[in-house]
């Protein structure tokens, strides 16, 4: 559930000043990025790296970073890390004021938005000179870092979507779990199940109406996408047709309603399956850990549910890359980190999968004969989805982090009754176009 409005919240945030910023910044630092590769005057190379994420994450990637100081004594590597809330705000104002890092943990979701304004490095002279190794890779994932042919980042990770949900709840309703291959159709059977099983105040499933990742996988059930290039890929029926499922589970009691979900927020610790209120969520496979951590029973995993013709629809991303900003005074040095948190055995043996299942296939196989049984689900689930025709999530437009606040905030406009789905809908299709470009 995390990825349904904390990290949109700030991207919608800094969009409407992002290219103003972002011009600014780069007129202020003078560099257009010819100084990539140049070096302190004593010889030292110091780098500064950025991410969010959590306290295993931050913990494991400054391990990471200490071994390759003691490799590498002559860098120096800075770190700076907060909460996906903070991260973008901060790195817009540091990029406008000429004061970017060396490396950003870019997001898929605003990747377009960097690359578009001049703000990230091209790696592919990297990749053509092996510093960075990509030999063996899977292409789609490389595909999705890649704008009008420049490759803009580095993925250290891949997940897949996914649906947790309380085992020992559905064990005690004496229900049985979803199948791999389930449909729609089953999933609302079985959230009214569990629901009526569960009594008053408990939910069948949380509402995945307002996430755009549900609505992916509905598209791509229909042979539809989110976009086509910077337009709309879909239509106001479809969406109706979404929306409309949604409300009716809302109606029957059997998801979790707009009050509830709108006051716990995004967080998988606030997620009723971690809570006791509810016994699904959809999330992605790289979250699984942390659901299992925070619940007191035990959490399985599924797919997301198939069409009811039985297409699949399943989606799996690269949800972030390692890019380099276009003013690092020190790109050849960032290139090498980046090569080295990626395809180092021992860097993956500590950062084992805190940014998802290794995207290098070589320490993607490393890392699975380390990891204890519940890291383990999920490369099975990554294998699993990837199985079923899957697609990887492609770059996203620029003003995705607009569009998705759009849809999120009219779908909870007609889900607390305040529009009708009609004209929830047809806004939603008004004015999602004029956001991308």
Known sequence: ?????????AVTALTAT???????????????GDSAGAEGGDGDVSLRIAWSGSDERNTRTQDALDLYMEQNPNVDISVEYTTATNFWDRLTTQVAGGNAPDIIQMSGQVLSQ???????LDLGPYVDDGTIDIEGWEEEPLEAQTIDGTLYGIPPGLDGHALVYDATKLQELGIEPPSETWTW??????????AAAGGEGYYGTEDGGPQYE?????????GKQLFDGNE???EAADVEELWQFWGDLREDGAAVPADLQTAQGANPENSGVVQGYAAMDFTTSSQYTNFVGLSPGEVGMATYPFGDDGAPGQVWRAGMAWSVTRTSANAD???KLIDFLVNDSEAGALLQTTRGVPASPTIREEVLGTVDETEQRSFEHLETVQAHDAQVTPVLPTGFGDFND????????????????EDAVGQLMSEAPGLLG
């Open 1 to 9: 559930m995390t990825v349904r409005t904390t990290r949109q919240r």
């Open 18 to 32: 992002m290219c103003a910023l972002l011009v600014a910044g780069l007129a202020a630092c003078g560099s257009d």
């Open 114 to 120: 960097y690359a578009t304004s001049d703000v990230l």
């Open 185 to 194: 159709s089953e999933f609302a059977d079985l959230a009214r199940e569990i």
């Open 214 to 222: 549900v609505l992916q996988s509905f598209l791509n059930q229909r």
């Open 232 to 234: 709309l890929g879909f």
């Open 333 to 335: 040095e960032a290139a």
């Open 406 to 421: 759009l849809y999120q905030r009219l779908y909870y406009e007609y889900a607390f009754g305040r529009m009708t789905l």
